[in-house]
T-cell receptor, first 114, second 114 residues
Framework: KAGVTQTPRYLIKTRGQQVTLSCSPISGHRSVSWYQQTPGQGLQFLFEYFSETQRNKGNFPGRFSGRQFSNSRSEMNVSTLELGDSALYLC?????????????FGPGTRLTVL | GESVGLHLPTLSVQEGDNSIINCAYSNSASDYFIWYKQESGKGPQFIIDIRSNMDKRQGQRVTVLLNKTVKHLSLQIAATQPGDSAVYFCAENIRVGSNYKLTFGKGTLLTVNP
């Protein structure tokens, strides 16, 4: 089976712009979670989607949003980018739930905000 | 050792030695714990998990120990190899009704010297 794929792998944006990141989960996985990883804060949970619905959300501002499509592929969007949004954005998929099934992570999208 | 939310500690071992990576978690209501390994340029990779009704679980060359009394989790790697060099994260899950919160530690950098 192919693993979790994320596109693009690298992205450079300027402050104020918006960005959309894409994640394709492992085939058959219905739960997709997004995380932000920075050296200062580590891995932080953004949100989780299951069957096209946001099921759980972390403590991030409304500028961070996401969605999931009927084929379980997911996108996350960050609007009005700030310098502090520079991070590695990771997507993870699991069969049904991140707390009962193993999560498999993608390689991440490295976002740099200038 | 490591505590969720603190700076990244390091552990340096000789090839063939056993490694012990520690993690102190924050919430006594946490019911599920996971260890991940993250190599440079890659997303985290699941290693082993343990539920709160267990105190030990073994995998291939890895053992996770859970001490709920002192809220401490450890990962033991037997016969450490150069390929084990990576950042290791513990994560704790807290169920709140139908929702959950998955919190990751900052990680421990393991360096294996040949």
């Amino acid at each position: 089976k192919a693993g979790v794929t994320q596109t693009p792998r690298y992205l450079i944006k300027t402050r104020g712009q918006q960005v959309t990141l894409s994640c394709s989960p492992i085939s058959g996985h219905r739960s997709v979670s997004w995380y932000q990883q920075t050296p200062g804060q580590g891995l932080q949970f953004l949100f989780e989607y299951f069957s096209e619905t946001q099921r759980n959300k972390g403590n991030f501002p409304g500028r961070f949003s996401g969605r999931q499509f009927s084929n379980s592929r997911s996108e996350m969007n960050v609007s009005t980018l700030e310098l502090g949004d520079s991070a590695l954005y990771l997507c993870a998929s699991s069969l049904r739930t991140p707390w009962a099934d193993t999560q498999y992570f993608g390689p991440g999208t490295r976002l740099t905000v200038l | 050792g490591e505590s969720v939310g603190l700076h990244l500690p390091t552990l340096s071992v000789q090839e063939g030695d056993n490694s012990i990576i520690n993690c102190a978690y924050s919430n006594s209501a946490s019911d599920y714990f996971i260890w991940y390994k993250q190599e440079s340029g890659k997303g985290p990779q699941f290693i082993i998990d343990i539920r709160s009704n267990m105190d030990k679980r073994q995998g291939q060359r890895v053992t996770v120990l859970l001490n709920k009394t002192v809220k401490h989790l450890s990962l033991q790697i037997a016969a450490t190899q150069p390929g084990d060099s990576a950042v290791y994260f513990c994560a704790e899950n807290i169920r709140v009704g139908s929702n959950y919160k998955l919190t990751f530690g900052k990680g421990t950098l393991l360096t294996v010297n040949p």
